[in-house]
């Protein structure tokens, strides 16, 4: 994608647009797919896998919308947008996450226990009882190698984010502007 985001054309001299086309591959459909990952890896309790799809979509679509082209083709939408930029604001949250420490066998099973413990019930209108895990200690289940890889790509998604706003402006779009500047302000 790099190389047709400077504007080099592919090995062939084909633009990224005319690849798309000649080969019926709709832009639409990536759109939606991305739209989805992101979507599901911002959701409250995602796995580590889905934050990261969601991540690297975020930066894709930065980046498709970096390409030459890419308002001819109507690839801006301001939803999308605002949910990929909105992926920054995990940036801040996710580093400060508390670090496992290694702990005897003893300690861990009392850890295990207050974890059991943390499982609430509650009742519904219709007296059913439902469970539901706290979610507040999320980070705490996540290794520091998937913190680390998880901080390299929001700073990624920060650095397409840039090499954007750098080349297009979001004119077609007051609230992405607004948007965007307070995200980024928050940082």
């Known amino acids: 994608m790099d190389d047709w985001i400077d504007n080099k054309e592919g090995q062939e001299g084909e633009g990224f647009w005319m690849v798309l086309v000649e080969n019926d591959f709709s832009h639409k459909n990536l759109i939606a797919l991305l739209a989805y990952l992101v979507e599901n890896g911002s959701k409250k309790g995602s796995s580590v896998q ?7 979509s975020s930066c894709n679509y930065f980046k498709l919308l970096t390409i030459p082209g890419s308002t ?7 939803v999308l947008f605002e949910k990929c930029v ?5 940036l801040k ?4 996450g508390k670090r496992k420490k290694s702990v005897s066998p003893a300690c861990s ?12 019930r509650s009742r519904d209108s219709t007296g059913s009882i439902e469970e539901f895990q706290d979610d507040s200690n999320i980070e705490e289940d996540m290794s520091p190698q998937e913190i680390n890889k998880l901080n390299k790509l929001y700073l ?17 779009s007051e609230s992405s502007t607004y948007h965007t500047v307070q995200v980024l302000h928050r940082r």
């Open 72 to 78: 001819a083709f109507k690839i801006f939408h301001p």
């Open 156 to 172: 990624s998604v920060l650095q397409d984010l840039v090499s954007l706003l750098m080349v297009t402006s979001l004119r077609q």
């Open 109 to 120: 099973q009392k850890r295990k226990k207050n974890k059991a413990n943390k499982t609430q």
């Open 93 to 96: 949250t996710q580093g400060t």
């Open 86 to 90: 909105d992926n920054l604001k995990q």
């Open 50 to 56: 889905q934050k990261e799809a969601a991540l690297l």
